[in-house]
């Protein structure tokens, strides 16, 4: 009886690994994509852009609101789904003032008025890899924790209620970390 419990947790741990986030050549692809295409189509790479800078599940980009901008700090504040905590995103201050001048061009006060089919069309258009949408707020966390060690900050970020689901990234950072200096 112990075994199988043993196995069930196992099985139903999520695995972090490099299918479900952008790899470092494939982030600078996208980016260079988005950056060149903002002018000429701002919706599209903007609503990409934000997903990437800030770890938004799809809805949730979807969901934002002009009244979503805070404009003295420069953060976009993303209403959690599925259990998870509102968050206030710090955006870096060119992206803030793009995605500010898009806001005002858009007559609804949702800033991204598509559905969910139509993101991942955009994402089909734009992806450098076939990955999921959901590779994105993977490829966040991942980018945060390296750069913070932080991993209470990076459970903020992705709105997590329970630090036991933001672990699996510092577990798989550490291990390829460690493994790295190992092997080679």
């Avoid at 600078?28 to 938004?56: C, Q, Y």
């Avoid at 750069?147 to 459970?155: G, M, W």
């Amino acid at each position: 009886m112990q075994t199988t419990k043993l196995k069930t947790e196992k099985s139903d741990r999520y695995a972090l690994n490099k299918n479900k986030y952008l790899l470092p050549d494939e982030l600078l692809r996208l980016e260079k994509l988005l950056k060149d295409n903002l002018e000429k189509d701002p919706r599209n790479s903007l609503v990409l852009m934000i997903a990437l800078k800030t770890g938004a599940r799809a809805q949730e980009v979807l969901n934002l609101k002009k009244s979503s901008l805070n404009l003295y700090e420069e953060t976009v504040f993303i209403e959690g789904l599925k259990g998870s905590n509102d968050r206030e995103i710090p955006l870096m201050p060119s992206l803030f003032k793009k995605l500010h001048s898009y806001s005002q061009t858009v007559p609804a006060q949702d800033l991204f008025p598509i559905s969910y089919n139509r993101l991942r069309q955009i994402w089909d258009l734009y992806r450098p890899a076939h990955k999921t949408f959901h590779s994105l707020r993977h490829t966040f966390a991942i980018q945060l924790y390296k750069k913070t060690k932080d991993i209470r900050l990076v459970q903020v970020a992705l709105g997590h209620r329970n630090v036991m689901n933001t672990m699996i990234y510092a577990d798989y950072v550490y291990s390829q970390t460690e493994l790295r200096k190992l092997i080679l």
